[in-house]
T-cell receptor, first 112, second 114 residues
């Protein structure tokens, strides 16, 4: 079945540092790929998505590129802020039912 | 404002009792989903519904039940058969236009079994 693997956290950074969270997937067909963010005590919010190979999703300074050859969708940000502290989830969706398959989540803590 | 509401935010239950979690959306979305989140883990799909009066089991449906009598509502019942019900429960909806759809999440309900 489909699966998503992302790097385990926590990831601790200083403000203005670069962030990379690795995400790889296993899936048949051509899934869509998503990054969701969860702030403490809240539900998930879509951060960005890409629906086909070589697409780049971007939002709020975050970027991720759909790499079919390496089955990856790594999340990057060039300069993080304290407000970026959250848990980040990589996920994929196949056509049947639009069900999301999630990775385990990566907790990011940005210190001033 | 359009969105998804879940109530209550915190719920306590005694062992052996059934409990129902509410999920309402006013986004006019066709599809709705229930996920379970355990500490330090990703989300796992419990049930989903693509249309009124129809729903399918997800990966961990045992011990749960749902209904979809109205487009805007998708309540989840956690039954006494669920062996380990303490978790954070998240409801989501999507327009159901296909695999590219974004799912929109509610704020969640934290269930604790005493």
């Amino acid at each position: 079945g489909d699966s998503v693997t992302q790097m385990e956290g926590p990831v601790t950074l200083s403000e203005e540092a670069c962030l990379t969270i690795n995400c790889t997937y296993t899936a048949t067909g051509y899934p869509s790929l998503f990054w969701y963010v969860q702030y403490p005590g809240e539900g998930l919010q879509l951060l960005l998505k890409a629906t086909k190979a070589d697409d780049k999703g971007s939002n709020k300074g975050f970027e991720a590129t759909y790499r079919k050859e390496t089955t990856s969708f790594h999340l990057e940000k060039g300069s993080v802020q304290v407000s970026d502290s959250a848990v980040y989830f990589c996920a994929l969706s196949q056509a049947a039912g639009n069900k999301l398959t999630f990775g385990g989540g990566t907790r990011v803590l940005v210190k001033p | 404002d359009g969105g998804i509401t879940q109530s209550p935010k915190y719920l306590f239950r005694k062992e052996g009792q059934n409990v129902t979690l509410s999920c309402e959306q006013n986004l006019n979305h066709d599809a709705m989903y229930w996920y379970r989140q355990d500490p330090g883990q990703g989300l796992r799909l419990i049930y989903y519904s693509q249309i009124v009066n129809d729903f399918q089991k997800g990966d961990i449906a045992e011990g749960y039940s749902v209904s979809r009598e109205k487009k805007e509502s998708f309540p989840l019942t956690v039954t006494s058969a669920q062996k380990n019900p303490t978790a954070f429960y998240l409801c989501a909806s999507s327009p159901q236009r296909g695999r590219t759809d974004t799912q929109y999440f509610g704020p969640g309900t934290r269930l604790t079994v005493l």
